[in-house]
């Protein structure tokens, strides 16, 4: 199980978010086949992770681990130029081939497949790379709103997959943040328990490390017979965005006024 992870106060901009991770096995699986990380990158990007191995098929927890994995550093090594949903998503892209080769090698892990819900927070601004039915929620004003599309058909069968095609389609966003906005990442074993009012309930208005703990919670007791996997997200102070470009801006990149000569 890994337990909750909570940031402290960290240099330059990340002060502004806090983050706390809870995975749990639950009380009928006897393993984890969930997975999640975060990692802080270039000193200035906020990273979280959360994947659910695809029950059914061998080694899902190997899956799932290398998805959450392979995409953390797999961003860090991208070109720092990019812009950061391109970065997220080639990153989440490169966990799906590292997971499809290492099962095409080893016939024990033949199939092995993973949902991946990846979330990049720099300068105020939200970047997203989805597959798969875990979820991404902003909390807002006392509202839970999903912002990602479950790839599945009824209640079990996935659509979408990392891992199980060489290239997987991947569904990116991004939209600004506000302080105080909540973001929640997690596996289909607590959405499935729970309303999207107990999650806006249980995570607007806690500190992430408590919320991770009262979402988890609360699936338990409404009966869960999956793993349970929950990242939280708060913006706690004012974010920082990059300066809109001006007409006057644009019309001197036009014409390359102030181009060193």
């Known amino acids: 199980m890994i337990e909750p992870e909570a940031t402290g106060p960290a240099p330059e901009r990340q002060s502004d978010v806090r983050v706390a991770l809870l995975s749990d096995k639950g009380p009928v699986r006897t393993a984890?086949?969930?997975?999640?990380?975060?990692?802080?990158?270039?000193?200035?990007?906020t990273l979280v992770v959360v994947a659910d191995g695809v029950s059914g098929y061998l080694a899902a927890d190997v899956a799932s681990q290398m998805a959450v994995e392979v995409t953390l550093e797999a961003y860090e090594r991208q070109d720092a130029s990019m812009r950061v949903e391109a970065r997220l998503a080639r990153a989440a892209q490169e966990a799906n081939i590292a997971i499809y080769d290492r099962a095409m090698v080893v016939p024990e892990l033949r199939g092995m497949a993973t949902t991946l819900t990846a979330v990049a927070i720099s300068d105020g601004q939200l970047a997203a790379a989805h597959v798969g039915d875990s979820r991404l929620y902003l909390v807002r004003d006392g509202r839970a709103l999903q912002l990602t599309k479950d790839h599945r058909s009824g209640k079990v069968m996935l659509t979408r997959s990392v891992g199980r095609e060489l290239i997987v389609a991947i569904d990116k966003l991004t939209r600004p943040l506000d302080p105080d906005d909540v973001l929640v990442l997690c596996t289909d074993g607590l959405h499935n328990m729970i309303s999207d009012g107990d999650i806006a309930r249980l995570a607007g208005g806690a500190e992430p490390e408590a919320a991770c703990r009262a979402l988890v919670d609360a699936g338990l007791a409404a009966g869960a017979d999956d793993n349970l996997t929950v990242a939280v997200v708060r913006v706690v102070g004012g974010v920082a965005r990059p300066r809109?470009?001006?007409?006057?801006?644009?019309?001197?990149?036009?014409?390359g006024v102030g181009r060193a000569r």
């Open 32 to 45: 984890n086949e969930d997975c999640c990380g975060h990692r802080i990158a270039d000193s200035a990007t």
């Open 244 to 255: 809109a470009a001006t007409l006057g801006d644009k019309l001197r990149r036009l014409v």
